[in-house]
T-cell receptor, first 113, second 110 residues
Framework: DTEVTQTPKHLVMGMTNKKSLKCEQH?????MYWYKQKAKKPPELMFV???????INESVPSRFSPECPNSSLLNLHLHALQPEDSALYLC????????????FGSGTRLTVV | EDQVTQSPEALRLQEGESSSLNCSYT??????LFWYRQDPGKGPEFLFT???AGEEKEKERLKATLTKKESFLHITAPKPEDSATYLC???????????FGQGTTLQVKP
């Protein structure tokens, strides 16, 4: 299995809702990442997990809450989002260490109304 | 500060017309330079990793090269299915972060 699977593919949520994005990989990668991508812009790093521990938080607002319950799963919990948070949310994974390429999922297209 | 700049922003080619995409970078310790292809609404698809100046990688019509300051993605005799956004990214050994350039959107017309 050489894929990163993200669910759901599309999500529409109101500003008072709570929802979660899920990411799963079975490549044995011990580093996992969340990126946010706005239209016609490059992906922007949000969080990095290494060996299931949060190692980088790029000053992301607390309405985004990541969780890594085990080495194969990564969640992003969403609460009280704003319309400007609408974007494509990408999950990626890689081996830990120098210079390994990241494998990206297809993303979740999030619309906040 | 780590920085990646890609040019041109957009490129239109006729089928069979070869060209090159540029990626200039400034990074505090290069762990690797990566090329990705991204189709609309999809996640980036890994193409190549380059680690040191002088290195070259090839895959079908694509060839990536690396110097100490920039990388090129050469596209030979492109086909319409090569139309996509091509992203360059560098992994910094100081920060451990993968930083993307703005991308080059390639359109190949039949």
């Amino acid at each position: 299995d050489t894929e990163v699977t993200q669910t759901p593919k599309h999500l529409v949520m109101g500003m008072t809702n709570k929802k979660s994005l899920k990411c799963e990989q079975h490549m044995g990668h011990r580093a996992m990442y969340w990126y946010k991508q706005k239209a016609k812009k490059p992906p922007e790093l949000m969080f990095v997990y290494s060996y299931e521990k949060l190692s980088i938080n790029e000053s992301v607002p607390s309405r985004f809450s990541p969780e890594c319950p085990n080495s194969s799963l990564l969640n992003l919990h969403l609460h009280a989002l704003q319309p400007e948070d609408s974007a494509l949310y990408l999950c990626a994974s890689s081996q830990v260490g120098s210079g390994y390429g990241y494998t990206f999922g297809s993303g979740t297209r999030l619309t906040v109304v | 500060e780590d920085q990646v700049t890609q040019s041109p922003e957009a490129l239109r080619l006729q089928e069979g017309e070869s060209s090159s995409l540029n990626c200039s970078y400034t990074v505090s310790g290069l762990r690797g330079l990566f090329w990705y292809r991204q189709d609309p609404g999809k996640g980036p698809e890994f193409l190549f990793t380059l680690y040191s100046a002088g290195e070259e990688k090839e895959k079908e019509r694509l060839k990536a090269t690396l110097t100490k300051k920039e990388s090129f993605l050469h596209i030979t005799a492109p086909k319409p299915e090569d139309s996509a956004t091509y992203l360059c990214a560098v992994l910094s050994s100081n920060t451990g972060k993968l930083i993307f350039g703005q991308g080059t959107t390639l359109q190949v017309k039949p």
